[in-house]
């Protein structure tokens, strides 16, 4: 078959465009049913990861009572005579007599038939080296369950494994976590204009999507090794089979840049027939952005790997990235279709019509304003690196100062939750 007649097959069997909101939903709804499987992972290898099931203290938190302070677990009326020393790690002896004391160190096992801890800072020894002072009325222990219960849950499935949970988890009684691992992800860099090096000029430009697309990538915490990066690949439909065909053997989700037109040189389409894909979702109505696709592979054991095909302008790929990567990687792994926060607009956002609009802004997260940015084309990079994410502009309105939007924030740090 014929370049040409390639494409025009792929462009007659091809979804028509999807709404901008259509499409994430779409995307995310197949990223979950191909969620990756749930896997082990000890706490020191699990962050970054995602549960796969809630999490849940083994026993109750804490699991005995648990001094507050240093002080003096004391039973009955003063003044008591000291009978020991309690430290943390230990299970003492009860207390069986009124009038009896244990040191008693912040931390430490409260004995049984202590009735009161005093304040070290709020106790004097007396001539006869007793203990005397009045505890505070309010108990001076954590009594076991206060923070948590054995088998409730603490956090759903899906919840990202960061720093936070990992010091939870461990205070829980786990030693292993059972997580949906990072996806493996690839960029293939399409496009003989492009120069890899150097300033650009003589007809050719720079790549700027090879060095910056697998950095978003890792933000939504996918792995992306350096190798994992290719290109620019030859402006053939071969070494675009090539290409695309190794780099599916590892990736859960190749990302590619350029050629989801149907030009001379765009040859993502017959590519995608070749390799016996189908598409999710093929072109979106929205702007910047078009046009962009997810196709789906679907190898003889199930196991299911993605497409996403991104423009080639700069900031479009990154409009794409937003709109269909990101959705995706959240249903492979497990996590919850994200909710948009809704900001107020300082200034007016035009509408493009009967497409989606997303306009880059600056967020003021204190104020809950944003505020549109400067050199915003789909072929700059100017105003992408100055802004926080993407006032959404729905299609048929236009953004009046003072209106309440949603924003689709970029992850401006690895691991940020925004997404």
């Not at 849940?56 to 008591?80: C, I, K, M, Q």
């Not at 924003?407 to 401006?412: A, K, M, R």
Request: glycine share 10%; aromatic share 4%.
């Amino acid at each position: 078959m014929s370049t040409e007649t390639a494409a025009a097959a792929a462009e007659v069997v091809a979804p028509p465009p999807a709404g901008w909101e259509e499409a994430r939903s779409r995307v995310y709804a197949v990223g979950l049913a191909a969620a990756l499987p749930a896997v082990s992972r000890p706490l020191a290898d699990a962050d970054g990861h995602t549960l796969a099931e809630p999490l849940t203290p083994r026993t109750d938190l804490p699991a005995f009572p648990t001094s507050s302070v240093d002080g003096w677990a004391v039973r009955g009326e003063g003044p008591w005579k000291v009978v020991g020393r309690v430290l943390a790690g230990h299970t003492p002896p009860p207390l069986e007599a009124d009038g009896s004391t244990v040191e008693i160190a912040t931390g430490a096992m409260v004995p049984e038939g202590a009735t009161a801890i005093l304040r070290i800072e709020e106790s004097t020894r007396t001539a006869d080296d007793r203990v005397a002072g009045t505890p505070r009325p309010a108990p001076e222990w954590r009594e076991p369950g206060e923070e948590a219960y054995a088998g409730e849950e603490l956090l759903p499935a899906g919840t990202p494994v960061d720093p936070a949970v990992l010091g939870l988890a461990a205070s829980c009684g786990h030693d292993t976590l059972r997580v949906r691992r990072r996806p493996r992800a690839a960029l293939l860099v399409f496009g003989d204009e492009l120069l890899t090096s150097g300033p650009p000029g003589a007809g050719r430009v720079r790549d700027a999507l090879g060095p910056s697309v697998p950095a978003w990538l890792r933000r939504y915490g996918c792995q992306v090794r350096p190798a994992d990066v290719v290109g620019p690949v030859a402006d053939t439909l071969p070494a675009h089979v090539a290409a695309l065909r190794a780099a599916l053997a590892d990736a859960d989700l190749v990302c590619t840049t350029g050629g989801t037109m149907h030009g001379p040189v765009d040859h993502l389409h017959p590519t995608l027939e070749a390799l016996g894909a189908d598409y999710v979702v093929n072109t979106v109505a929205v702007r910047p952005g078009f046009p962009m696709l997810l196709a789906r592979l679907v190898d003889d054991d199930g196991r299911v790997r993605f497409v996403a095909g991104l423009p080639g302008n700069p900031q479009s790929a990154v409009v794409a990235l937003v709109s269909l990567v990101a959705p995706l990687l959240a249903g492979l792994q497990g996590r919850p279709m994200p909710v948009l926060p809704q900001v107020t607009l300082a200034e007016p956002v035009p509408g493009r019509g009967d497409y989606t609009h997303l306009a880059l802004v600056r967020w003021d997260r204190v104020a809950g304003t944003a505020h549109p940015v400067r050199h915003v084309g789909s072929a700059m990079l100017r105003g992408l690196a100055g802004a926080d994410g993407f006032a959404v502009i729905r299609p048929g309105t236009s953004g009046a100062a003072g209106d309440r939007v949603p924003v689709v924030p970029l992850p401006l740090t690895p691991g940020e939750r925004s997404w």
